[in-house]
């Protein structure tokens, strides 16, 4: 009864007092001016965005709308060709496609997918291509070549999943190509593409631009390598082209010829075997290079592909294929017996018929120096040459004095006279003759007479690249006039190539040469005396290897009466010049002597 009091005449609803619901209403009100306020904010944000869009931004943004629609593709030049004198095809170029990315098409972890699948068409490791795409960046507009020379299978591979591939271009370009294999391979080197540091230094090259990395490649490059030029296309989404809309004509290389001659650089290859050695060849009026080839070689188009970690690898071997020997210095041997005959006669320390009594062997401070063989008796310079009796130049050297026979082998273009950089050949060096202040700067130790005695040989501490070699027998022939290597033929004849009239006289040099034929005639070098090539003159050596076979050593030049070209010849471990070296100058005469585009005969 109490509850039913309690509630008793009441409504069942709470009624709500007027001042508190007045409260309510103008609460909600007051949210909704601000949730109205929040929305106006909101949409005039982005009208205002809108706007700049539009307005202020829109020019850029249908510029970049543009860019994507559009690409700018740079069209690869042709290389020149690399001729020899004779116009016979050296290093030219052919048809291949290669495979470039355009980094823009797709995000960074797109890409990793991506270069995962070609890696498997193209063996190509993902990581290389990753590498390349980082390099340019990934928002670069420029494509970048991932795999030139697609091989027949590697373009079919590719084909089949090249349109599901966005930002993937199968590309048709020029590729170089060297007909002759290995031959001439020191010589003409090779190209590359261009490297990020190359392509700061060089603003007008376009990315993967192939330049050329040694040899002539790199030497007449900027004459070689022609203009790249650029096409103008429209794509579709896909990356597709719809259309092109203007073409900026590549321009080809200018073509080179080189003074080699191609028959002649054949034979020397050829009887060098790839043997460890060189041979050089030169024309003795000008100075040209007719054939320059060191064993072992290698082939320059391996580097027109991806060359593979087992390929370089090979290349690093210690018979070290890409070292030049024909610009590396070795002990010269006999054949330096002709700078000191020439250093005995012009330092006025002996007449031209002056005569040396020799012997199976003499002691020279107190210490005992051995002939190659008998005792020839008492005879002069032009014997000592033909037989190359050691005991004869001992005597011959010790009064000289190594300053005299280091000044006269300079003379004759040992030792830093012929200018290197004119042949823009990799790893080029000088010989070296020490004079006693010399071999004290260098190794630190005292000059002894001993060190006379081998000098005077050829032995010791004298060093002598096969190229001076050639120069050395080229002056002697060519009455004194030393000429300066070259390879090009547009360096033939100007005033970087003229021969120089040395300071050895004319009585010297007809002695010299009258020994160096009988060398033929009836000394060490009679195997050339066969009757299948006119009469030449030459200087065998064999050059003692401590620990090692001996190296076989040639020099001559030809023919006898009126010489036109001169040889020098090394073959490491060959033994007797006579056995291995001298026979690879024969066969070089005789394809120079039957082969009737001999080279010009260039008079002064």
């Known amino acids: 009864m109490a509850n039913e009091s309690l509630f008793s005449g009441q409504s069942d609803y709470i009624t709500i007092p007027e001042q508190q619901h007045s ?3 103008s609460r909600r009100l007051h949210q909704s001016i601000i949730f109205l306020l929040l929305i106006g904010c909101i949409f005039s944000g982005l009208g205002i965005k809108l706007a700049q869009l539009q307005l202020i931004q829109g020019n850029y943004h249908r510029v970049r709308a543009e860019n994507n629609r559009l690409r700018l593709i740079p069209v690869p030049a042709k290389r020149g060709q690399i001729l020899d004198r004779n116009g016979h095809l050296l290093a030219g170029s052919q048809l291949s496609r290669s495979v470039y990315l355009w980094p823009q098409e797709q995000s960074p972890e797109e890409w990793k997918i991506t270069a995962q699948q070609l890696q498997s068409i193209l063996n190509v490791p993902a990581s290389d291509i990753l590498e390349k795409l980082e390099k340019i960046g990934y928002q670069s507009r420029i494509p970048v070549r991932v795999s030139p020379n697609l091989s027949p299978q590697m373009f079919i ?3 089949e ?6 930002g993937v271009e199968v590309r048709a370009e020029s590729r170089r190509h060297y007909p ?11 190209i590359g593409e261009a490297t990020l540091e190359e392509l700061k230094a060089n603003p007008d090259y376009p990315m993967g631009i192939m330049v050329g990395k040694m040899g002539i490649e790199r030497l007449a490059n900027s004459k070689i390598q022609g203009i790249w030029g650029n096409r103008l296309i429209e794509v579709d989404a896909k990356g597709q082209e719809i259309q092109e809309l203007g073409l900026q004509s590549p321009k080809q290389g200018d073509s080179i010829r080189l003074t080699i001659d191609l028959a002649l650089q054949k034979t020397a290859e050829k009887a060098l075997a790839n043997r460890r050695g060189a041979v050089a060849v030169l024309d003795i009026k000008t100075g040209g290079i007719l054939a320059l080839t060191s064993g072992p070689t290698f082939d320059p188009n391996l580097f027109t592909d991806q060359v593979t970690s087992q390929e370089w690898k090979q290349l690093q071997t210690p018979e070290q294929p890409l070292l030049n020997r024909a610009l590396q210095g070795y002990p010269p041997g006999s054949t330096f017996k002709i700078v000191t005959a020439t250093a005995a006669i012009e330092s006025r320390k002996f007449s031209l018929t002056s005569k040396i009594a020799t012997s199976s062997a003499i002691k020279i401070g107190g210490i005992s120096f051995h002939e190659h063989g008998k005792s020839y008796g008492v005879i002069g310079f032009k014997d000592a040459l033909a037989f190359s009796s050691n005991t004869f130049f001992y005597q011959a050297g010790v009064k000289t004095g190594p300053e005299n026979i280091a000044k006269w082998g300079k003379e004759l273009g040992i030792a830093g006279t012929i200018n290197l950089d004119l042949l823009g050949l990799d790893g080029a060096n000088h010989g070296q003759i020490p004079t006693p202040k010399e071999k004290e700067k260098l190794y630190g130790e005292p000059w002894y007479i001993g060190d006379t005695v081998t000098m005077s040989i050829g032995q010791g501490l004298v060093l002598v690249t096969p190229l001076e070699l050639a120069v050395m027998i080229a002056t002697v022939a060519n009455n004194g006039w030393r000429v300066q290597p070259h390879l090009l033929m547009s360096q033939t004849n100007t005033s970087e190539t003229k021969p120089i009239k ?5 009585s010297t040099l007809n002695l010299i040469r009258a020994g160096l034929i009988d060398v033929v ?3 060490t070098g009679r195997g050339l005396n066969d009757g299948t090539i006119p009469l030449t003159g030459g200087k065998t050596g064999t050059v003692e290897i401590p620990g090692q076979p001996d190296n076989s050593m040639y020099v001559g030049f030809g023919p006898a009466n009126q010489p036109e070209i001169a040889i020098a010849v090394v073959v490491e471990a060959g033994g007797y010049g006579a056995v291995s070296a001298a026979p690879i100058a024969h066969e070089i005469f005789k394809t120079y002597f039957n082969n009737q585009k001999v080279p010009s005969r260039s008079k002064r």
């Open 23 to 25: 409260t309510i209403r």
């Open 157 to 159: 591979g590719l084909a």
């Open 161 to 166: 999943k090249v349109e599901n591939l966005r």
């Open 180 to 190: 002759n294999g290995n031959l001439l391979a020191h010589i003409l080197g090779y």
């Open 502 to 506: 040395t300071k050895i006289s004319t």
């Open 521 to 523: 005639k009836k000394g």
